[in-house]
């Protein structure tokens, strides 16, 4: 037994050790094809455990690189001249294919075989390992030479949260390294208890990691009722560390140069407020009585704050909390992974279960509607919602994710999340969520309060009208087949009456987007 000294006091866990636990539990891993590969990215977005990577280098750094490190001549117009390489970590892939599945590049004679196949661990582990440990090496792109953010340029900067212990082909954890890539670096992360806690913090287990300047992810887990007020109190804390940090710049204005201390009181960049911050060091060197303004300066780096969790913190226990924090106007943002149940305690029954899907302790099926908790939300006014799904849209999820961290107030990002109690081969799950999202069952959309003053409307619908079969997609899923197998009259149904009430949900967005169709002349 551990006596209590060998605990650490305060609370903190080293980060990033996953990294070391290579688990080698896949049969099969990608390997990369690359004559066919499109440099697309999709594999290394879907990816949950973030063990395929891609970087662009230059062909210097490739110089030494073993030689069955395959890389392609870039082409994208704006990284001409560059080297594309991608790499799967072969220790850390759980083997889910999915990376296959997404991938669009196939070769035209062979449709089966595509820009990344999957082949025996054993045959290619060693090899692989030697390139993987290469690829480590290679330098990290510079973020801010890139021309846009997208799903191709996001998914070429680094990860900081890597080999987490969630289920193989889990539809949550994407998300959640896609943050890491975009804001990491100044990230703080308070985390609702649920699978997202469990993986995410598995102690000593820790899949939240840093750059090579040392900066990452600051996560903690309170309870899972209190997960938005335990949020609230990070923004707070930000807030007020920075007020002092303000105070204690005013007091040694005189002693800072006019040039630097007005850069400090202006808009910035995080990089750009970095570079400041390192020259304000180095003024205060010297300075007498400048320690606390010396120790504490990274308060001026602005921080992003997100709180995270699943859909029964998010429209069940925590709802009132969550409320409550969108109420304000504190900058805040919230990811709910939405997996439609209790995903961490066995796929029980909540307020996001759709209609007609059986649930632990409810073998009957759903009898009602779920929440909306997006239209709720956009009833404030003040606070940013946007519906996403990472297989429905790619750009669409990277483009959400943008606008509610820029949005100056409270933002709810609602992700879709396909989870192994919805009982199909999560390597299929991102055509199923293009599916779900062509029958309406889960459209898409970005409520920007920003739009109004641009005298547009605030909604912005990022879907079509539904159109597949609604009944043969739920089929796809045995959440659904389950009652159409106990009760087959029931499940038809009810699949009508999920239908009617997506297509009136449909209608409604429409109506708030400005795209309702006119009625006729009578």
């Known amino acids: 037994a551990l006596p209590v000294s060998a605990l650490p006091p305060d609370g903190t866990w080293p980060m990033g050790t996953t990294r070391w636990e290579k688990r ?52 994208s117009r704006d990284m001409r001249g560059q080297k594309y390489v991608l790499q799967v970590a072969p220790e850390d892939c759980t083997g889910c294919n999915l990376c296959v599945e997404v991938c669009p590049a196939k070769d035209r004679q062979n449709p089966q075989i595509k820009a990344i196949n999957m082949m025996s661990r054993l045959e290619h582990v060693e090899e692989e390992k030697v390139n993987y440990d290469f690829f480590l090496d290679l330098p990290e792109i510079d973020r801010s ?57 598995n102690l000593p287990s820790t899949p939240y990691t840093t750059d090579a300047n040392g900066r990452g992810p600051a996560w903690a887990n309170s309870l899972f009722e209190d997960n938005a007020e335990f949020g609230l109190g990070f ?39 970095r570079e400041q911050v390192a020259a304000l060091r180095q003024h205060l060197k010297s300075v007498a009585g400048a320690e606390e303004l010396l120790k504490d300066a ?63 302790f409810g073998e009957h099926g759903k009898r009602k509607a779920r929440k909306d908790l997006g239209v709720s939300m956009m009833m404030y006014g003040h606070v940013y919602v946007a519906q996403i799904s990472l297989g429905a849209q790619l750009n669409q999820t990277v483009k959400a994710i943008q606008e509610a961290e820029a949005w100056p107030g409270p933002s709810l990002i609602i992700a879709y999340s396909p989870c192994e109690e919805h009982g199909y081969d999560l390597a299929l799950s991102h055509d199923q969520m293009r599916q779900l999202t062509a029958t309406g069952f889960w459209p898409l959309y970005r409520f920007d309060p920003r739009r109004a003053d641009e005298g547009k409307p605030p909604l912005a619908l990022d879907s079509r009208p539904p159109s597949d079969a609604l009944a043969e997609t739920l089929l796809n899923e045995q959440r659904f087949r389950r009652l159409n197998a106990q009760q087959p009259e029931v499940a038809e149904q009810l699949w009508r009456d999920a239908a009617l ?17 006119k009625p006729g002349a009578d």
Request: charged share 20%; aromatic share 6%; glycine share 8%.
């Open 24 to 75: 080698n539990i896949a049969e099969e891993i990608p390997v990369w094809k690359e004559e066919l590969c499109t440099q697309c990215n999709h594999c290394v977005a879907a990816c949950p455990h973030s063990a395929i990577r891609a970087k662009v280098v230059s062909p210097q750094a490739m110089e030494n690189a073993p030689a069955s490190l395959h890389s392609l001549d870039v082409k």
């Open 501 to 517: 009430d997506l297509q009136k949900r449909y209608d409604f967005l429409a109506l708030l987007a400005g795209k309702a169709e």
């Open 235 to 273: 923004r707070l804390s930000v807030d007020q560390h920075r007020a002092r940090v303000m105070r204690l710049l005013a007091q040694f204005a005189d002693r800072i140069p006019a040039e630097l201390n007005d850069a400090l009181h202006a808009e910035a960049t995080p990089d750009v407020r």
């Open 145 to 201: 030479k890139l021309e846009r953010i997208d799903i191709r340029t996001s998914q070429l900067i680094t990860p900081l949260f890597e080999y987490s212990g969630a289920c193989s082909g889990c539809g949550e954890t994407p998300y959640i390294k896609l943050l890491t890539q975009l804001y990491g670096d100044r990230m703080l992360i308070a985390n609702a208890t649920g699978c997202s806690s469990i993986y995410g913090g």
């Open 298 to 360: 990274d308060a001026l780096v602005e921080k992003s704050i997100w709180l995270i969790g699943g859909d029964g913190w998010a429209y069940d226990i925590g709802f009132g909390g969550l409320d409550h924090v969108l109420s304000l106007t504190e900058n805040v943002n919230i990811l709910v992974l939405d997996t439609q149940c209790y995903s961490n305690t066995g796929g029980q029954a909540s307020k996001a279960t759709p209609l007609g899907a059986v649930t632990k």
